[in-house]
């Protein structure tokens, strides 16, 4: 009876252990996703995203990583890479000239892109690394860094697969995935590919705002030309051809709103070029007092021939 007890108890203790190692395997992984989280949530800036990334997986789930995005003509384009032995860096950064096409048979990169499904390689050996080497300086180059094992994640958001996360054990560590290195690949492969998506919405964002910013200052060059022609044409007319009597009243009348309306145009030309300077935070405010009838009159003066034109009579009663 006694041996049975004592039986039962180191039974019963051994099961509290694996509880307790169970407990502290799935604290840990939620403690790196929730850091996981935290890192990719830092920043924006598109390369800054990449970047941490990677640095997030290597050395703690890989060791080397790699970030590709897929173009529009099914190629994959490099993103960035690491090493968790600085040494072998370069190593990785040759691989760039073997990426993968999306319609490359047989290759798990393509395949993970074609599918939208995690690719996992149990085991890497030199059969599968001439399976995916294009010719010999590339197999030289895979059986450098001795991958073996490797997960391939997908990166995918809003409906679309737009690149891939590469991780790789090596020979150096001597350690290979496991379905659980897989569930944790998966769950963070879903954070990277949301914070990939929103660095390459605000990188579109960017260079849509520059687009804008050099088609306004374009635009703003090419109106000052035509606008500076019509001012000195209203000019002349005033100073040297229509004469200043009562008999040519309404044509400096009418001259004098087209001058009027160039010198608002042109003040609209530089508010067009103050936005520019708004946005890039250089612009220089010099406040002053203005006369509000003289900005009353002017406003008068722009719309009067569209009032005039419904018959409608504009009148403005106000002090100096």
């Not at 090419?222 to 000019?235: E, F, G, R």
Request: hydrophobic share 45%; net charge negative.
């Amino acid at each position: 009876a006694a041996g049975e007890s004592r039986r039962a108890s180191d039974g019963r203790r051994i099961a509290m252990e694996g509880v307790g190692e169970r407990a502290a395997i799935i604290g840990a992984r939620w403690r790196f996703l929730a850091e996981a989280s935290a890192v990719l949530d830092r920043s924006l800036e598109y390369e800054e995203t990449l970047a941490n990334v990677v640095r997030l997986v290597v050395p703690r789930m890989a060791d080397y990583a790699i970030v590709a995005l897929l173009a529009d003509d099914g190629s994959l384009t490099w993103g960035y890479s690491a090493h968790c032995d600085p040494s072998k860096e370069p190593l990785v950064g040759r691989l760039r000239a073997y990426q993968p096409h999306l319609t490359t048979e047989h290759h798990p990169t393509a395949e993970a892109l074609r599918s939208g499904e995690t690719q996992v390689v149990d085991v890497v050996d030199d059969a599968f690394l001439r399976s995916v080497a294009r010719d010999g300086t590339h197999l030289a180059l895979l059986r450098q860094l001795a991958p073996t094992s490797v997960i391939i994640v997908p990166l995918a958001a809003r409906g679309r697969t737009f690149g891939s996360l590469l991780l790789a054990t090596t020979r150096d560590s001597d350690r290979r995935y496991t379905d659980r290195d897989v569930a944790i690949a998966n769950e963070v492969g879903r954070r990277v590919a949301l914070a990939v998506d929103r660095a390459l919405l605000f990188r579109a964002a960017e260079h849509a705002a520059r687009a804008r910013e050099e088609m306004v200052a374009f635009v703003s060059h090419d109106l000052k030309n035509p606008l500076t022609t019509i001012q000195m044409a209203v000019s002349f007319l005033l100073e040297d051809l229509v004469p200043d009597d009562a008999a040519h009243q309404l044509e400096r009348e009418q001259l004098q709103a087209i001058h009027r309306s160039s010198e608002r145009m042109y003040r609209l030309i530089h508010d067009l070029l103050d936005v520019a300077a708004i946005e890039a935070g250089q612009l220089t405010v010099a406040p002053s007092p203005q006369a509000v009838d003289v900005l009353v009159a002017d406003a008068l003066e722009l719309l009067r021939p569209l009032a005039a034109a419904k018959r409608i009579a504009l009148v403005a009663e106000l002090p100096a």
